[in-house]
């Protein structure tokens, strides 16, 4: 890895974060009157923790790792806006990517002016990861990889994001949205041996969370603490905090959850499979089926129709004639597959 003072962007280097009230003073007081808060309508009245300690801590114990190694964001996104902001200068950088692949990762490199270079996948859908290092220069300073992918629902060869990992010496974050429906166990475990790797998770699949806005970054503490330097101190709210740190509590939800939907999503392709207008489904390793189809948008309309709506992805490269269907409950999916077999009699 290059050092992470060349990576970074020189203004960001430099920076001297804003100092809350709240980040201040850390001890146990009883009487807060520091932040111009208002002293009734609790517990909403109180700022959040800036940090995050008690939330990280629970999140580093049941990730195994560090509360040092854990940033949270607001939503994946925000963490990957501010690896963006990091790393890239405006006009000058660039971040290379595969395709397809998520969209945000180019949405916030376009809003930071940010090049963003798409490497096919093969038709496979798996990296090719000479055309990848090929890509880049010196002036890449960010590999985005999402694994399992959305929205081609594979995971990718492991040894083929190591070769990525010790050839490019750049940032390298990986998207591990979908980790939690995976037979892989993703590269948390790794974390150590590679300290320009950032893993993103969240709370919004597998932990069926996806309304309270809770992305986590992990990563070597040097990097956490440049992204904790330039979040909005107040990134978490209350309520966040509040709510993640009771369901965290429970993973065996999760874990109930993550079975109820592998289970509904092998019956969901076996019976997809059954449709003469099905091409084909491609192997998930997510929560959700790609499915090609032999007319894509009025197989979509069709569904429309019967309010149950998917995600049209057949203008996306590779993915011609693809819609992309979530795995819903057993009695949503029997709806989908109701409407599906009433076009098939059209
Ligand atoms: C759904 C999804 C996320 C989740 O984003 P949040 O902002 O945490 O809700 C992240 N990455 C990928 C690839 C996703 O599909």
């Not at 081609?152 to 990525?164: A, C, H, L």
């Not at 092998?266 to 499979?273: A, R």
Request: charged letters at 25%.
């Amino acid at each position: 890895m290059a050092e992470l003072n060349k990576l970074l962007r020189d203004n960001i280097r430099k920076l001297i974060p804003y100092s809350s009230a709240r980040s201040e003073y850390m001890g146990e007081a009883s009487v807060l009157l520091d932040a111009n808060e208002n002293p009734y309508n609790e517990p909403v009245n109180r700022y959040p923790d800036p940090l995050q300690i008690r939330l990280k801590k629970q999140i580093a114990r049941i990730k195994r790792t560090t509360p040092a190694s854990v940033f949270l964001g607001n939503g994946s996104d925000e963490a990957i806006d501010l690896i963006i902001r990091a790393f890239c200068e405006p006009k000058q950088d660039n971040i290379v990517s595969i395709d397809p692949t998520y969209g945000m990762y180019k949405v916030c490199a376009d809003i930071n002016n940010i090049e963003y270079r798409k490497v096919l996948l093969r038709s496979s859908f798996e990296i090719d990861v000479e055309s990848l290092l090929d890509s880049t220069d010196q002036h890449t300073k960010i590999i985005f990889l999402c694994s399992p992918n959305n929205p081609t629902s594979n995971s990718f060869y492991r040894d083929d994001i190591t070769r990525i990992l010790k050839s490019f010496p750049g940032i390298v974050v990986l998207d591990e949205a979908y980790i939690d429906f995976s037979t892989g166990e993703g590269f948390l475990p790794s974390l150590t041996d590679y300290p320009h790797l950032v893993v993103l998770q969240t709370l919004s699949k597998a932990w069926g969370m996806a309304g309270l806005r809770l992305g986590m970054a992990f990563a070597d503490s040097r990097i956490i603490d440049v992204l904790t330097k330039i979040k909005y101190p107040y990134n978490i709210n209350v309520l966040t905090i509040e709510t993640a740190l009771k369901a965290l509590r429970n993973p065996g939800n999760k874990e109930k959850w993550v079975s109820a939907i592998l289970h509904q999503r092998d019956i969901l392709e076996k019976e997809l499979n059954t449709l003469s207008f099905v091409l084909k489904v491609y192997p998930s390793d997510a929560n959700f089926l790609l499915v090609k189809v032999n007319k894509p948008h009025e197989i979509y309309q069709h569904l429309v129709k019967q309010k149950i709506v998917v995600r049209d992805r057949s203008s996306v490269s590779l993915c011609e004639g693809c819609l992309r269907m979530t795995v819903g409950t057993k009695d949503e999916n029997a709806m989908l597959l109701d409407a599906l077999k009433t076009y098939q009699q059209n």
